[in-house]
């Protein structure tokens, strides 16, 4: 069994705690989710069949040690855990993007996973799996796309509720781009002296017209 993979391209990782730095994202297709804000819809179904190998084949082309895999859902395909941990063994430092609906205690603990938690204004918020943030290491980080208050307020209270065990800089709260203005999120965190990190999407503001392979 392979991968079906929609796009693997060399970037600038745009929304983590590592943002800013070089990395080789590998997209995988499909999703079990349809967010109201979904910027990647062309990954849902277009893709191509490849193998592990093939895919770490296509990782080497670039002089780059950190990679991505992302999505759609990535944890949606059988073999994901198994090239996150082919990368590790040779010396990748990995991260994976997941919607957080599916179970990230498949994925190898080294990997850093960065977990979204769906808030209001997603329409999934229902599919969030909550049992995954007792699963989370403390290089893992999470994260909250936020287009109204409520979602704000939605973010909020899940930080409250559930005792989290990431440090506060992995705890991402994410203006939906061209929604939300970043300083209207950036009040509403002062004003309550959130401890989290107020993250933009950075390959957006660098490459505003381009909409693959960023």
Not at 58 to 61: A, E, K, T, V
């Given at each position: ?9 060399y970037?600038?990782?745009?929304e ?8 080789i994202?590998v997209?995988?297709s499909g ?12 990954a ?13 084949d296509?990782?080497?082309?670039f002089?780059c040690g950190l990679?991505?895999?992302?999505g759609?859902e990535?944890?949606?395909q059988?073999e994901t855990?198994a090239l996150?941990r082919?990368l590790?063994e040779?010396?990748y ?7 957080g ?7 190898d ?10 808030c209001?204004s997603?329409?999934e ?9 007792e ?6 980080e999470?994260?909250f796309?936020?287009e109204t208050?409520e979602d704000?307020q ?9 005792d ?6 992995h705890?991402?709260?994410s ?6 203005s970043p300083?209207t999120?950036?009040a ?5 002296n959130?401890?989290v990190?107020?993250t933009?999407?950075?390959?957006k503001?660098i ?5 693959k392979g960023?």
């Open positions: 069994m392979g991968l079906k993979v929609n796009e693997i391209f970037s600038l990782q745009g983590s705690s590592l943002a800013g730095r070089p990395c994202f997209r995988l999703c079990n989710l349809r967010c109201a804000y979904c910027d990647t819809k062309y849902y179904e277009a893709g191509e069949e490849m193998d592990v190998d093939r895919v770490l296509n990782i080497r082309r002089n990679v991505e895999i992302t759609g990535p944890l949606l059988p855990p996150v082919k590790i040779q010396n430092t990995v991260m994976l993007e997941t919607n609906s599916l179970d990230i205690g498949t994925v603990p080294r990997c850093i996973k960065v977990v979204d938690v769906k209001p997603s329409g918020q229902d599919q969030n799996l909550f049992a995954n943030l699963k989370l290491c403390k290089h893992d999470l994260k796309v936020v208050k704000y939605y973010a909020k209270e899940q930080l409250l509720r559930n989290i065990a990431l440090p506060p800089g705890i991402h709260f203006p939906v781009f061209g929604k939300l300083q999120l950036s509403w965190i002062l004003e309550d959130l401890n990190r107020m933009l999407q950075m390959h503001l490459w505003p017209n381009k909409e960023v």
